[in-house]
Nanobody, 110 residues
Framework: QVQLTESGGGSVQAGGSLRLTCAAS?????MGWFRQAPGKEREFVAS????????NYADSVKGRSTISRDRAKEMVHLQMDNLNPEDTAVYYC??????WGQGTQVTVAS
């Protein structure tokens, strides 16, 4: 089974940027990101299919985030700009809607 490894989380000030990366150990069709804030349910953030022709964003991050994919390296990136404290959460990579990474913490200070 494919395994996912996330990186790029951290702590930033409001208005800052972070770039999350997820590396898959094998072939994947779709990849994406979810996030879970303390006391809240896990929610969709963004997704991209293999050739990058189908991209979706949650309304909460649309216009501030860009998802991209490197098929050769089986990687997906999530560039997040103009971060605000409401973006604080553990961000999880997901592949083919069924394989999950361990998560990476993003903390945005006001």
């Amino acid at each position: 089974q494919v395994q996912l490894t996330e990186s790029g989380g951290g702590s930033v000030q409001a208005g800052g940027s972070l770039r999350l990366t997820c590396a898959a150990s094998g072939f994947t069709i779709s990849m994406g990101w979810f996030r879970q804030a303390p006391g809240k349910e896990r929610e969709f953030v963004a997704s991209i299919n293999r050739d990058g022709g189908r991209i979706n964003y949650a309304d909460s991050v649309k216009g501030r985030s860009t998802i991209s994919r490197d098929r050769a390296k089986e990687m997906v990136h999530l560039q997040m700009d103009n971060l605000n404290p409401e973006d604080t959460a553990v961000y999880y990579c997901v592949a083919d809607r069924k394989v999950w990474g361990q998560g990476t913490q993003v903390t945005v200070a006001s």
